[in-house]
């Protein structure tokens, strides 16, 4: 069974650090791997979305990296600013069967905090 | 294009009532699914549908039922509603054309049961 696991619950940085988060899922066969913000009380807006057979995805100041062999995923965020402070979520999208290919899994996401 | 909307934003229920919990896409996606989310938890999907006339359960679909009987509405029905059921309701929707069934996600719905 598919398990995606986000680490850490939660981080604190200082203005115009680059920082990472991580998502880890336990089966490699995936279709893809969606990254998610989520400011507080409002829905999830997708970031990034990468397929399979990619291993990396840019938009603006963030890059997502996956290495699925290794069932790893990175979200990089650069020089960041308070107003990227919101939690972060990632979700796979099985392609096995047995997992279930029409649905995405969960983590339960990153509570990012950057500091003026 | 709205995308996704949901309605109501908010509602309170006692114990034992019910209701249902719309959603709306107007982007012609196939793909259309349920999650609730609790605090501090990620999303566990409930109901999913990959097309009009066709549903299937999730994580967890107990207490709940679905109906897609157009391409656009994927309304959410809570039968009998109790305190477990306090929760984020989130509803989202996948395109199968462009075959990354990238997910779009309404706003949500806050639903406390007392």
Redesign the interface.
């Known amino acids: 069974k598919q398990e995606?696991t986000q680490i850490p619950?939660a981080l604190s940085v200082p203005e115009g650090e680059n920082l990472v988060l991580n998502c880890s899922f336990t089966d490699s066969a995936i279709?893809?791997l969606?990254w998610?913000r989520q400011d507080p009380?409002?829905?999830?807006?997708?970031l990034l979305?990468i397929?399979s057979s990619q291993r990396e995805q840019t938009s603006g100041r963030l890059n997502a990296s996956l290495d699925k062999s290794s069932g790893r995923s990175t979200l990089y965020i650069a020089a960041s600013q308070p107003g990227d402070s919101a939690t972060y979520?990632c979700?796979v999208?099985p392609s096995s069967v047995t997992s279930g290919t029409?649905?995405?899994?969960?983590?339960?996401?990153t509570r990012l905090k950057v500091l003026a | 294009n709205a995308g996704v909307t949901q309605t109501p934003k908010f509602r309170i229920l006692k114990i034992g009532q019910s209701m249902t919990l719309q959603c709306t896409q107007d982007m012609n996606h196939n793909y259309m699914y349920w999650y609730r989310q609790d605090p501090g938890m990620g999303l566990k999907l409930i109901y999913y549908s990959v097309g009009a006339g066709i549903t299937d359960k999730g994580e967890v679909p107990n207490g709940y039922n679905v109906s897609r009987s157009t391409t656009e509405d994927f309304p959410l029905r809570l039968e009998l509603a109790a305190p477990s059921q306090t929760s984020v309701y989130f509803c989202a929707s996948s395109p199968w054309q462009t075959k990354t069934y990238e997910q779009y996600f309404g706003p949500g719905t806050r639903l406390t049961v007392t």
Not at chain 1, 41 to 46: F, I, R
Not at chain 1, 102 to 109: E, H
Request: aromatic share 20%; glycine share 16%; hydrophobic share 35%.
């Open positions: 995606v619950a279709y893809n969606q998610f009380g409002k829905g999830l807006t997708s979305l397929q979520l979700a999208r029409y649905k995405y899994i969960f983590g339960t996401g």
